[in-house]
């Protein structure tokens, strides 16, 4: 067995002693922050593009997100149920297991950044058009989808490789690794667009150059490291065993994430029958979005982190107290970052764009999507304990209802039967949030977190 050395040496949290809400708060704040730079990403690529190239760019790299969401969300329900299994197993002490894991994991996320890479460069035009994205706008989504995908195995590899270290506790070296890269965005976005005049192509090819650098810089950290995660290429193989656990295990998030976003597309599909400028005003809203989702996104992670040590040390007790911790700091978080929002809509969207008719279409979201905030932090804070308990076919089900066939049906209905303007269709998002918010809670605290006889048969 490998010696587990303390977590000062290296980084890692023991979440299975100790105060729980410290954990789970010094857990969270790297992954908030580096959540924060991530989103510097986008925001960066979208500024530059708002306002450097023309609202039509602007409008085609926003309209690309809910098809990159949707082949990525794949592979990050995978790779979330492969740091599921690495906590639990760390939490058990078993380190010949988290090595298995780890290894398996990285082999199988080789193999399906090759899938997702041609998947993402054949599929592009087809999917631009499904959206009805305008032909003024079609062309520059196209380019950047293809672009993205040739160098989608970065991101996999850094997705996969920081799931590693955040199963064992360790949020910094993530965080450290998405600052450094968001710098670089930032420079090259600059540099590609202002100085050689590349357009919606310098944008994505500063993405990728990007996220390839995180995907070193993460794969060197689990070279070098000491412990149980530390990967050894004569060891990289799928071991069947440990793959079909980590399948089973992610198959129903990848499931969800993959449905979900690809529901997101036909949302966008209505969104873009009202124009450009609705468009715009949607992109904008979304970046903003990402902001606002930061910290509830480390939070839930945190909370999965937590729950999957504890689970795998039978502390279930102790994860339920660290669900209800995360839980209140999750909605106080949510009540004050609310109040800027509502205050200063304006200003915000006016940073991405500053043209009047997209600035007062996205204020406009921002304003009447804000409160619908809270509803979902709650889903989202219950759900990823659960998942860190292992349950996630529930949460895969729960998901799919509300965010898939609850929202087809509403905008169906909206916009065939009943007012087909941008706001009732806008709210099919809070109202599947709702939705998804109250079978959560119901479902918690029908079943409790964990089945222990299911656990104990996923560790064996």
């Known amino acids: 067995m490998i010696r587990f050395l303390t977590p000062k040496k290296r980084g890692e949290i023991n979440m299975t002693e100790g105060n729980i809400l410290v954990h789970i708060i010094t857990f969270a704040i790297p992954l908030f922050i580096g959540n924060i730079f991530q989103q510097m990403y986008n925001m960066v690529d979208a500024w530059v593009v708002g306002n450097y190239v023309s609202n039509e760019a602007f409008a085609a790299v926003g309209t690309t997100a809910p098809i990159i969401n ?19 197993y760390y939490g058990a002490r078993n380190d010949e297991k988290v090595s298995e894991a780890v290894h398996t994991s990285l082999v199988l996320t080789f193999i399906l950044a090759i899938v997702f890479t041609v998947a993402g460069y054949l599929l592009a035009p087809v999917m631009v058009d499904f959206m009805k994205t305008p032909a003024n706008v079609a062309v520059e989504s196209v380019t950047y989808l293809r672009i993205y995908f040739l160098g989608i195995i970065g991101l996999m590899f850094y997705n996969m490789g920081a799931g590693i270290l955040r199963a064992v506790g360790d949020s910094q070296k993530p965080f450290y690794f998405i600052v ?3 710098v670089i965005n930032t420079v090259l976005d600059l540099v590609f667009v202002l100085v050689f005049d590349m357009g919606v192509d310098g944008v994505a090819y500063a993405t990728i150059i990007s996220q390839f650098v995180c995907a070193v810089l993460v794969i060197l950290t689990l ?24 399948v089973l295990m992610g198959f129903p998030l990848a499931l969800q994430m993959g449905i979900t976003s690809f529901s997101n597309v036909f949302v966008q599909s209505y969104i873009n029958c009202f124009g450009d400028n609705v468009m715009s005003g949607y992109t904008a809203y979304g970046k903003i979005d990402q902001f606002v989702l930061a910290p509830m996104n480390a939070l839930s992670l945190a909370t999965s982190t937590f729950v999957g040590q504890n689970i795998g040390r039978g502390l279930v007790d102790r994860a339920k107290r660290g669900i209800h911790s995360a839980f209140y700091a999750c909605l106080l978080t949510m009540f004050v970052i609310a109040i800027p929002i509502l205050l200063f809509a304006e200003q915000m969207v006016g940073f991405f764009n500053g043209k009047p008719e997209v600035i007062e279409y996205g204020a406009l979201f921002l304003r009447i999507l804000t409160p619908f905030y809270i509803p979902y932090s709650v889903q989202m804070i219950l759900a990823a304990g659960l998942k860190g308990a292992g349950d996630t076919t529930a949460t895969m089900l729960i998901m799919i209802f ?24 806008l709210l099919g998002y809070p109202l599947g949030w709702v939705v998804a918010c109250i079978i959560t809670v119901i479902y918690y605290k029908m079943r409790g977190l964990v089945n222990k006889k299911k656990v104990t048969n996923s560790l064996s």
Not at 70 to 87: D, E, K, N, Q, W
Not at 232 to 243: G, P, V
């Open 223 to 246: 070279l070098k490291t000491k412990s149980s995660i530390k990967i050894y290429f004569s060891k990289m193989k799928l071991e069947l065993d440990m793959l079909k656990k980590i």
């Open 180 to 182: 450094i890269c968001a």
């Open 402 to 425: 509300s965010f898939v066939v609850f929202r087809q049906i509403y905008l169906y209905v909206m916009a065939n039967y009943i007012s087909n303007t941008v706001i009732n269709i």
């Open 70 to 88: 949707m082949l990525i969300g794949i592979f990050m329900g995978l790779s979330t149920g492969a740091g599921i299994i690495i906590s639990q």
